[in-house]
């Protein structure tokens, strides 16, 4: 990307963007019940990201997988779920996002519940890619109702603001209630706390959502669909690969090359096909172009912050599971504050100063944490105001991300611009943790002692606050607003 991408007729004024059209001026009760549904789902896709992570030695040890095969529990769902959430993003132009949302929900639940009654490695792994399957399909359904159901402006920064929260808060969450359910009854909860909550919806969100696609329905490009998919599938697979075996595996070079091959195949099928998968004049815009790059290192920033502090709570401290994940309860509470506040903060200001404020907030609350000591009294009173603040900036920049990637653009566009949202928002929670996972086996040199987990741990937080600074630099420079 370059500042180049940038052009006056395709770039509106960010901090005075206009309303396209007339609003209520508070949520009705129709709409409150919209957001309901859609933010419930949107809070369990978010946990299903984080609840097994606590439970994988359970399962190990309950399906007979091998340690260097519980990586692939998490694996699995993440190749799927980052792999194709562009191609159903754009499906559910095609057909209709409401038929891709409660369709992907009932996956979900069925899914979940094969998960929970497995009995053999194999078919857990199945589940799991079913689980990455519908939750590539019902995020970016899911973002695109929202989107055309509260129309730009207050409303729908309100309804992202919360969306957002919830979205973070799910991931925190996901660590206490994988713990919680894997300590007092079993690892299978984990799975079988989706099947209720996805009936419920499919039940309830027929009668309450309206359908929402294109008036002029789009043809599939599948040459772009096929490369684009199966290139994400190839760099998300190298870079779990590198976090898992290091950066000069071969299988994690063949993913990656393999990937960054297809996306450049990619780029010129889109220059050529009459209606490409995603228009280059759209994702020409900066707004969509910085906006996603913004999310992307948000996601990245985050939650493998919320890895490397599970490390040096565990490794370093001495704490068991339960109680790593109980800790992060502080920050979740900062991201639900977040997310309420943020609205607020881009109606009094604008997109671009709550991109850069949150960023400031949450480099300073990063870079905090290089002072982490190796005594549990002292550290927990840095850690957990430091990740209370860090989640205030770190949700002010994901709900400025949210705004940015989806404005200023027609109804035809809004399952695109969600479903890039969506992906740079899971490859950036699948990027996060084999990068840091690097950086700390490579400052450790295989050590495990207290030590030098707290060294590696060090390391690796110095380079999340280098990336949450780039990112602030980022929204200063290329999302001025032009004049």
Do not use: C
């Amino acid at each position: 990307m370059s500042p180049s991408l940038a052009t006056p007729e395709t770039t509106p004024d960010l901090a005075h963007s206009p309303t396209p059209q007339p609003q209520p001026p508070h949520l009705t009760g129709r709409l409150k019940l919209i957001l309901a549904v859609l933010l419930v789902t949107q809070f369990m896709l978010a946990v299903d990201f984080s609840i097994l992570n606590v439970a994988l030695p359970a399962i190990g040890d309950g399906l007979g997988f091998s340690l260097s095969d519980l990586q692939w529990i998490a694996t699995a769902f993440a190749l799927s779920a980052a792999g194709f959430t562009l191609f159903f993003g754009r499906i559910g132009d095609l057909i209709g996002r409401k038929k891709i949302f409660i369709g992907s929900l009932a996956l979900l639940g069925l899914s979940s519940l094969l998960g929970g009654l497995a009995t053999s490695p194999e078919a857990l792994l199945i589940a799991r890619v079913a689980q990455g399957l519908a939750t590539a399909a019902a995020t970016p359904a899911g973002l695109a109702l929202l989107t055309t159901s509260f129309p730009e402006g207050p409303l729908r920064q309100k309804a992202l603001g919360i969306n957002g929260a919830l979205m973070s808060a799910g991931f925190t969450a996901g660590a206490i209630l994988g713990g919680v359910l894997t300590d007092v009854l079993s690892w299978r909860w984990a799975f079988f706390v989706n099947v209720p909550v996805a009936l419920a919806v499919v039940v309830i969100a027929p009668a309450v959502i309206k359908e929402s696609r294109p008036t002029v329905r789009p043809r599939l490009d599948l040459p772009g669909a096929l490369t684009v998919t199966l290139g994400l599938l190839g760099g998300v697979y190298g870079l779990t690969q590198a976090g898992e075996h290091g950066w000069t595996d071969s299988r994690a070079l063949a993913g990656l090359l393999g990937g960054a091959v297809l996306f450049a195949a990619f780029f010129l099928i889109e220059r050529k096909v009459a209606e490409p998968l995603v228009p280059l004049k759209t994702l020409a815009r900066r707004t969509v172009a910085w906006g996603n790059a913004l999310g992307l290192l948000a996601f990245v920033t985050e939650t493998s912050l919320v890895y490397l502090l599970t490390l040096y709570l565990q490794k370093t401290l001495g704490f068991s599971p339960l109680s790593a994940g109980v800790s992060f309860g502080v920050l979740g509470v900062g991201t639900v504050i977040g997310g309420l506040i943020a609205p607020r903060v881009i109606a009094r200001t604008s997109t671009r100063t709550a991109l850069i404020a949150g960023g400031a907030v949450q480099a300073v609350s990063t870079g905090a944490l290089l002072f982490l000591g190796t005594t549990t009294g002292p550290a927990l009173g840095l850690l957990l105001p430091a990740t209370f603040l860090g989640g205030i900036g770190n949700m002010l920049v994901i709900v400025g991300f949210m705004v940015t990637a989806t404005s200023g653009l027609p109804d035809k566009e809004q399952g695109l611009a969600t479903g890039l949202a969506s992906m740079s928002q899971q490859v950036g929670i699948t990027l996060g943790t084999p990068i840091m996972s690097t950086v700390v086996t490579a400052t450790t040199a295989g050590a495990a002692t207290a030590s030098a987990v707290h060294h590696g741990v060090t390391i690796a937080i110095a380079v999340n606050t280098a990336l949450v600074l780039a990112g602030v630099a980022l929204a200063a420079f290329f999302l001025r607003p032009r004049r």
